[in-house]
């Protein structure tokens, strides 16, 4: 709350989020949030879960959260009514925010639920609730993880974490007037909520685009003359796709373009830089567990990786660029000691922002505060910081680790291949083997020998994959991260080739 | 007082409030118009017993002695001016991060 009491002392008429009659200026959401509250209050309710599409609603129930003291739970919209009820029955006296589509299939979830007009409306009707509760120590918000390696879990954001994120890397009233950000990231993941933190600490009007579509997206960039955008890598992916055989987005007004949340292929990256060659990009890596955030790669280091001959600044462009000030890094080898400089281990982090805590599960933070990522990492002589990939996903074949990721981007920049997986299998002699799931390009047919010769001509004998599947289709949550497990569980039963 | 990120201190004399962004080690002494600033939690003055022309921090802005570590961002603003050891804290220039969200 102490946010959005700064930004409406400092700027409570403009816009905050919307446009036309649905807009809110800052004043217009404190006041919302206040009225919410003391609903919230009066209802005896002790979780505010949000389940739908961003929406005015959402920003109104995480304020209207924080005033009446209690967690926002974000949760997956796609989810149905069983596995809500089954996540949500683990947060006693729930009220749960829906918009239109998930309002039916949430009936019979066990807990009350108001559609985001009623929400709205509840939060015009009444006087605001007392004062805000100032303590940095209560939980804020509760974000169920990707659950991309394991069940999801829910991790514990308290405000103190958020506050640190928010003051460590943006200016109060930093955005000018005509500032406008395109969301598309979804509420219940984290760089939804770090989004709506961030930019409204510097007063930058939210653009909500639920529904994301490569033409909608730039219809909606175009129209509303959006200056900024955060996306996931699939979506720019989409949205590169979209323009083939075009030189220029044609989105002049967009002055800067973050994009995160999981692997991108550099070429992507260096393709969307020449169609939006006035936009400046920027890389940000970070963790549900670390309030978002704690690496960037900015815009002049985009430029200068594309800009030059020399692979070590070249190869910046797989990076994730260098940790934001305030956070500690540490890589580590397999006995917990800090490797050599340049060697890769898995990345530790401490900061303000880092939390590490979860409600259900033991907190993985060892005793000086320092977080495992269960990412694979290392940092080049400039600082500069590579994820190889998840620690758990690194197949160890031979004794020697190979990062699945290496293999992929080879194999990826095979014309017949759209996209892949590579994960480990059990073998006896190696103790595991490679194998590459492969889905054709539009098209195309998939050789796998022919493929297979590829990889070993541009990797080592070591790092060929052993066996090549083709499928039609690989899994990938809602945010496009693959999902390994699931790729590992279908090729365990598939019949042995 | 020893002060950590996350701190917040209110001005004992006016209405200025703040929050530590950076903290050095060592003990620290904060003052805002001359007077210790105390924990947020604590009363807040019965009247502002400076006057409105004193200047004082900004909304939203940061304070810092790089060499110290130390960085306050005022989250209400005042008159006093904010000092640390008994030296004026000057404005830190703004040199922002790329927006990442």
Known sequence: MMLLDMAVSGFGDRTAVGAGETSLTYAELYRRAGVAAAHLQSDGVAHLAFVGANAPAFPVAVFAAAWAGIPVIPVNYRLGAAQVRELLDQHPDTLVVADETTRHALAGCGHPVVEAEQWLAMASAGEPAGEWPNDPEAIAVLLYTSGTTAAPKAAILRHRHLLSYVFGSVEFAGAAEDEAVLVTVPPYHVAGLANLVSNLFTGRRLVYLPAFSPEAWLATARSERVTHAMVVPTMLARIVDSLEGQDSAEVPSLRSLSYGGSRIAPSIVARALELFSTTDFVNAYGLTETSSTIAILGPEDHRAALASDDTAVSRRLGSAGRLIPGLEAEVRGPDGAVVAEGEPGELWVRGEQVSGEYLSHASPLDEQGWFPTRDRAWFDPEGYLFIEGRADDTIIRGGENIAPAEIEEVLVQHPSVGEVAVVGLPDEEWGQRIAAVVVPAEGHQVDPEELREWARARLRTSKTPDVIDVWAALPYTDTGKLLRRQVLADLATEPSA | ?101
């Open chain 2, 1 to 101: 007082m020893q002060v950590k990120p996350g701190t917040q201190l209110r001005s004992a004399v006016s209405t200025v409030e703040v929050v530590v962004v950076r903290a050095p080690a060592a003990d620290v002494e904060l003052t805002c118009g001359g007077a210790p600033m105390v924990p947020l939690a604590d009363e807040p003055p019965a009247a502002d017993q400076l006057t409105a022309d004193v200047e004082g921090p900004a909304l939203g802005k940061r304070y810092a002695d790089e060499e110290a570590g130390l960085e306050l961002l005022c989250t209400k603003a005042g008159p006093g001016e904010l000092a640390c050891n008994g030296v004026a804290l000057p404005v830190k220039g703004a040199k922002p991060l790329p927006s990442s969200d």
